[in-house]
């Protein structure tokens, strides 16, 4: 139910015949419906009370938790699972949300699914005397960003419930709720957790500038959309603090989760900072977040005006090999082939276009990147050996150039090769026909990736120790000049850089960026429009374009290869250049 501001008193002073001064008074009474009363009829669940203090995500913290089983609960039968931030508050039968009771009463009117409920506390480590301060976790356990929240409650806390009581496992039978810090820990569980936290019931959620919480409003409308239903509560007159104001920064939410065709629903009213108006309409809430369960909340459709438009409904990431150390280096050769370094083992291996993957070379001096030239050769870095060779479609290879370090490659339509010395801060050239490489730009922190524009006349360098990809002006003799920190990259806010590592370019000069968040796609003036996630949580080192329309985007992540079908169509700088449109100011 949907609770707009109510204007409960209203002194109007007349200055003159057209302007007036309103003072708002905020009611704030909000009360307690009759779902938040024992019904008759209703079976009691239970309420036990345990402690966890041998936490390795966080160490030193002790903390209480609480663990609501309903009556109707059966141990042959998996129940749902509700996961409640602040439990020692909310657990109370007299307290100010009475939880168990609204539990008790809307499954037994099967408003809901049987569910057990978890109410955690936010941990302490302990003062070491008397004359001392314990550590109290909850700011940085709640507001930080980053999924070690989400590890807390998947791998210590919901196991340890898991022993004794029959859970669900799925994020669509598992809802996470929570008020101020609690909220916005709620929301940031089910946003790293997408498939273990589905459904998210945040009151008064504190989403500014404490630990970065401010960030989510950008971060909603650029990374792909995820299988999340939220419920957003907040009043008028909630706090407004050096760090923002709650009540606008709910509003930003709102927008953004809308903009990205979440399935959304908010109740805005006149409260404060406190539980008054998010427990009235608790049971409201939670028939809303449970409603047309089990059907899976779907994927949301975006609905504003996203300047990325290369998703493609139904579209995901599909496995194309898995079994490897770490892979490395895609490339594709414009006849449906695709090939990749497994740097570990050393070898590459090719994946034909029926999808039989076969072992293409070993010793392969640890090859890393991997690029097609226009004489269909597979030129490879072969750092280990300290240098560039190609390999013929026989798998026979023949070493270019030695005595360098590299990572990655790329090669141009004219047969010129341009490559990153991550080691030492360099860039090299190796032109066609030449025997010895120069270097052709010093100083980036560590670079990696490495791309040509569609017209190729400019080179794109990513650095993974900083936030910047590097654009240069290609000389007609290969140098480069105008170098600038072109691309600007979204950094994690608990990690040191941005990661960036391999990169692919599109026929609209958008540029794929794989990094720490996923992989980032750039406009041609440098912006970042959208971040499509990664196949896999593990390092993501490399994308190329391939397929028949060139609409097949491959990555290598972790131990595995992926596919995903996309909207656009990407370039192969072996091919003819292309000119790209221009961009969009």
Not at 187 to 198: C, D, L, V
Not at 280 to 297: E, T
Not at 491 to 504: E, H, Q
Not at 529 to 538: C, F, T
Request: hydrophobic residues 35%.
């Amino acid at each position: 139910m949907i609770h707009p501001p109510i204007v409960r008193r209203l002194s109007a002073l007349v200055l003159s015949s057209a302007l007036f001064a309103v003072t708002v008074f905020a009611a704030d009474d909000y009360k307690l419906g009759p779902d938040s009363q024992r019904q008759r009829g209703a079976p009691k669940g239970t309420v036990t009370q345990y402690s966890w203090n041998s936490s390795k995500i966080f160490p030193g913290t002790h903390r209480d938790y609480w663990v609501y089983v309903p009556a109707q609960y059966k141990p042959d039968k998996p129940a749902c699972v509700i996961v409640v931030q602040d439990g020692g508050g909310r657990v109370r039968d007299k307290g100010a949300w009475r939880m168990p009771i609204v539990f008790d009463n809307l499954i037994h009117k099967k408003e809901m699914p049987v569910s057990i409920g978890i109410f955690v506390n936010p941990g302490v480590v302990p003062a070491a005397n008397e004359n001392a301060q314990p550590r109290f976790n909850r700011s940085f356990e709640y507001d930080g960003m980053g999924d070690n929240y989400a590890r807390f409650l998947l791998e210590e806390i919901i196991p340890a419930v898991a022993k004794d009581h029959n859970l669900k496992t799925d994020g669509n039978s598992r809802m996470i709720i929570g008020s101020s810090s609690g909220g916005i820990a709620a929301f940031t569980a089910a946003w790293e957790r997408p498939n273990e936290f589905s459904r998210v019931y945040s009151t008064v959620g504190t989403f500014v500038s404490l630990r970065g919480g401010n960030n989510y409003p950008w971060m909603i409308r650029k990374f792909e959309p995820k299988p999340i239903r939220v419920y957003l509560q907040d009043g008028s007159n909630d706090n407004n603090l050096y760090c923002g104001s709650w009540w606008v920064a709910n509003q930003d939410m709102l927008a953004s989760l809308q903009f990205s065709g979440y399935d959304v629903k908010h109740a805005w009213g006149d409260g404060g900072h406190n539980a008054k108006h998010g427990a009235s309409i608790l049971p409201d809430a939670l028939r809303w977040l449970w409603r047309d369960y089990p059907k899976p909340i779907a994927k949301p459709i975006a609905k504003g005006d996203r300047a990325l438009d290369v998703y493609l409904d139904g579209e995901d990431w599909e496995l194309v090999a898995e079994g490897y150390k770490f892979t490395e280096g895609p490339a594709t050769d414009g006849e449906g082939n695709l090939f990749f370094t497994d740097i570990p083992n050393n070898k590459i291996h090719k994946v034909d276009p029926e999808g039989k993957v076969t072992e293409f070379a070993r010793n392969t001096g640890g090859a890393n990147g991997l690029h097609f030239g226009p004489d269909r050769r597979l030129y490879a870095c072969a750092n280990r050996n300290r240098q560039i060779v190609a390999y013929t479609m026989k798998g026979k290879a023949k070493v270019l150039a030695e005595r360098v370090n590299s990572n990655d490659l790329v090669v141009t339509h004219e047969g010129d090769v341009y490559f990153t010395d991550p080691g030492n801060k360099r860039v090299w050239l190796l032109e066609n026909g030449e025997e010895k490489p120069r270097i052709v730009d010093r100083g980036i922190e560590k670079p990696n990736g490495i791309m040509l524009s569609p017209d190729q006349t400019l080179l794109s360098v990513s650095d993974t120790e900083g936030r910047f990809v590097y654009s240069f002006r290609i000389q007609k003799d290969g140098a480069l000049a105008d170098k600038q920190k072109y691309h600007i990259l979204h950094i994690p806010l608990d990690a040191p850089n941005s990661g960036a590592d391999g990169m692919a370019m599109d026929d609209q000069g958008r540029l794929y960026v794989t990094t720490r968040f996923g992989i980032q796609v750039c406009d041609q003036l440098g912006r970042v429009h959208g971040i499509i996630s990664k196949p896999q949580d593990a390092w993501i080192s490399n994308v190329t374009f391939g397929g028949p329309d060139r609409n097949i985007l491959y990555a290598t992540c972790g131990d595995k290869v992926f596919k995903r079908k996309l909207n656009t169509k990407g370039i192969l700088a072996f091919e003819k250049p292309v000119k790209p449109p221009k961009p969009r100011l």
